[in-house]
């Protein structure tokens, strides 16, 4: 006998969708209690990744489990499908799902669809799939985390080749580009301690940015801050190339679009954000970056019973009439707003425009450095640091798995380990030397 709840499905496990789903539950708990509503979220992984902890998780100071929350612990009312959506059929209002294991297919009903898919790094720059690193889907994250300790193994076996191993470009000038240049030189420098044949080594990073600045979206109001990063990475010694972008990577380095070379051991982009057309979504209105439009209650317009938010989708600012900026705090402001309207109209309550105005923007630029804006304010240094801390925790989606993350910060802190980096004891006692190093330098 066919069920005759009303079928809601969460394509994607990240910010939109778990924010969409604690507003669902929050909203429709008795319904979906009594199996009135039912939730579906199809999603390939079966955690969410907090992506704000990236740029620790890849230097080791938070363990990989810490930054990820099993999306059953965290959407437990939902039923959880680990796959991959293929098409829609919005005139049926189904979704075709391949199934990651056995490549089974299902056809899926819906009453209400989320389009909260996301976006994925782009591999439009020459070489960059074969000889680029990136750090947003969870196999190039690995590959990327798994590369950079082995590198300074390598460089710590072949003195000779030493400076030219520990020679880094990171392509991108946001905050992800700099947080991770940061972070990168703190890091290597902690790696390349463990070994004295590198101890008279300085590790080399260049941040390469095509505008004229670092922090582009910080520039017209909050320069005190770009001033700041600025100052940070110079004393790091990180060598910003402005104007200037990646235009094909080789195994020893990138072609930039200025005509040079930079020799590099590693290239990390931080650039080119690409969609997923679903098949099926053809013909729903898009901007020039791909982006799916939506109306102010976050429906793709012509279709009532289609929402969307994220990254994925143009969801415009009500203040400014322009897109919301592709980030968390909006993937999950679009997530809670857009789940109380889908439980209203399951309702049949008036729906509710998007209204959020924003809180702020943050960057770490290394341990107990760091810039925060926060309603217009400006703050630099630990105090920025500490805010982002504090606001990073308070938006992890699992109570537990921030807890445990916590824990990793308080054995930084008082035993001066990174847990998430992967050593024998002797070269983690190194480690915690250098860490001690690096943190008294900071202050």
């Known amino acids: 006998m066919q069920s ?3 079928k809601i499905i969460l394509l994607g496990g990240g910010y939109v969708s778990v924010w969409a789903y604690r507003s669902l539950a929050k909203q429709l708990r008795t319904q979906l209690r009594n199996g009135q509503v039912e939730i579906t979220v199809i999603c390939p992984n079966t955690h969410h990744a907090f992506h704000g902890w990236t740029a620790e998780t890849l230097t080791g100071i938070l363990q990989e489990q810490n930054q990820v929350s099993p999306l059953a612990d965290i959407m437990p009312y939902a039923q959880h499908i680990q796959g991959q959506a293929i098409a829609v059929d919005l005139k049926t209002k189904t979704v075709k799902v391949k199934m990651t294991a056995g490549l089974v297919e299902k056809q899926l009903p819906y009453d209400h669809l989320l389009l909260g898919i996301g976006s994925f790094d782009s591999e439009n720059i020459d070489g960059i799939s074969q000889y680029g690193y990136q750090i947003k889907a969870h196999q190039a994250f690995q590959r990327t985390k798994e590369a950079i ?10 003195a000779s080749e ?3 191993l520990l020679t880094f470009t990171v392509a991108g000038g946001g905050f992800t580009g700099v947080e991770i240049a940061c972070n990168l030189v703190e890091y290597v420098t902690i790696l390349k301690n463990m070994y004295p044949s590198l101890h008279q080594i300085q590790p080399r990073v260049r941040l390469v940015h095509r505008g004229e600045r670092v922090l582009p979206v910080l520039q017209a109001d909050y320069n005190y801050l770009v001033k700041y990063a600025e100052k940070i990475m110079s004393q790091y010694g990180i060598d910003v190339i402005n104007n200037t972008g990646l235009t ?3 195994s020893e380095g990138a072609f930039l679009s200025n005509g040079s070379f930079l020799p590099s051991s590693m290239v990390i982009s931080t650039v080119g954000q690409s969609r997923f057309q679903l098949p099926g979504t053809e013909r729903m209105t898009r901007d020039s970056v791909e982006r799916i439009y939506t109306n102010r209650y976050q429906q793709i317009p012509g279709y009532t019973d289609v929402w969307g938010g994220g990254d994925a989708c143009n969801v415009t600012h009500h203040q400014t009439g322009e897109a919301c900026p592709a980030n968390a705090l909006w993937a999950i402001k679009h997530g809670e707003y857009v789940g109380r309207n889908i439980a209203r109209a399951i309702q049949g309550k008036a729906l509710k425009p998007f209204t959020y105005r924003g809180l702020g923007q943050s960057a770490s630029l290394g341990m107990g ?4 804006e926060l309603y217009g304010l400006q703050f630099t240094g630990v105090i920025a640091w500490l805010m982002r801390w504090f606001f990073f925790n308070y938006f992890m989606p699992s109570r537990r798995v921030m807890l445990r993350g916590i824990g990793d910060w308080l054995s930084l802190t008082f035993t001066r380990r990174r847990k998430g980096l992967i050593t024998t004891s002797g070269e983690q006692e190194s480690a915690s030397n250098s860490v001690s190093y690096v943190i008294a330098s900071s202050r």
């Not at 300790?149 to 710590?156: F, K, R």
């Not at 450095?369 to 925060?372: E, L, M, P, Q, S």
């Open 369 to 372: 450095k760091g810039i925060t």
């Open 248 to 250: 094909r990577l080789t």
């Open 149 to 158: 300790p082995a590198l300074v193994w390598q460089a710590a076996q072949a």
């Open 162 to 164: 030493a400076q030219e």
């Open 4 to 6: 005759t709840a009303t």
